[in-house]
């Protein structure tokens, strides 16, 4: 691999080498690489989101809405569910995004215990155009990817993912 090609993982991996030639660093490749990519796309979703004054939490939930369907509504436990947060985490946010307008809480229409979070007006316009400008974003950061590699690096990405996923749901006992 000539220097050019070498990348910032390289150079750490390296450096461990150097310092612990016992270890064996092959997962440094990739879930290093992982990471710092994971890195640089928050800072580009940041920028994205933005752009229609989001934070990343604002999107994930507004984007779990939009993604329900109309009616665009979903109970507080199945936004925790579909953003990974606590029940603590999850009412803050709404109460955060309902006063900006951008969710409602009603009460279910046929059962009036049971809380329902509807995605607004704005809330819909606002999730739109960001997910428009990421998509954007992203889309030009994949064409340095020919489109077969693209599918292939999806498709090993899903099968690690599976299994971390997998691995998270039995660490965390039945019922969760």
Do not use: C
């Not at 925790?80 to 947060?85: A, Y």
């Amino acid at each position: 691999m000539d220097q050019q090609q070498r990348d910032e993982v390289d150079r750490i991996v390296a450096a461990w080498a150097r310092e612990r030639p016992d270890l064996d660093l092959e997962p440094l490749h990739v879930f290093s690489r992982v990471t710092r990519l994971a890195r640089h796309l928050e800072i580009a979703r940041r920028r994205a989101f933005s752009t229609q004054s989001l934070e990343a939490w604002e999107f994930d939930v507004l984007s779990a809405l939009r993604r329900s369907g109309e009616p665009y509504e979903l109970t507080p436990g199945t936004l925790m569910e579909e953003t990974l947060v606590s029940s603590g985490t999850m009412t803050n946010r709404i109460d955060r995004l309902v006063a900006k307008g951008l969710v409602a809480r009603d009460a279910d229409r046929t059962d009036r215990r049971v809380v329902r979070v509807r995605l607004t007006p704005p809330g819909k316009d606002a999730v739109d155009a960001a997910m428009t400008g990421l998509l954007e974003f992203e889309r030009d950061f994949l064409t340095l990817l020919a489109p077969p590699d693209q599918a292939l690096l999806a498709a090993h990405l899903r099968a690690l993912l599976i299994t971390f996923d997998a691995a998270a749901k039995k660490a965390a006992g039945p019922g969760a």
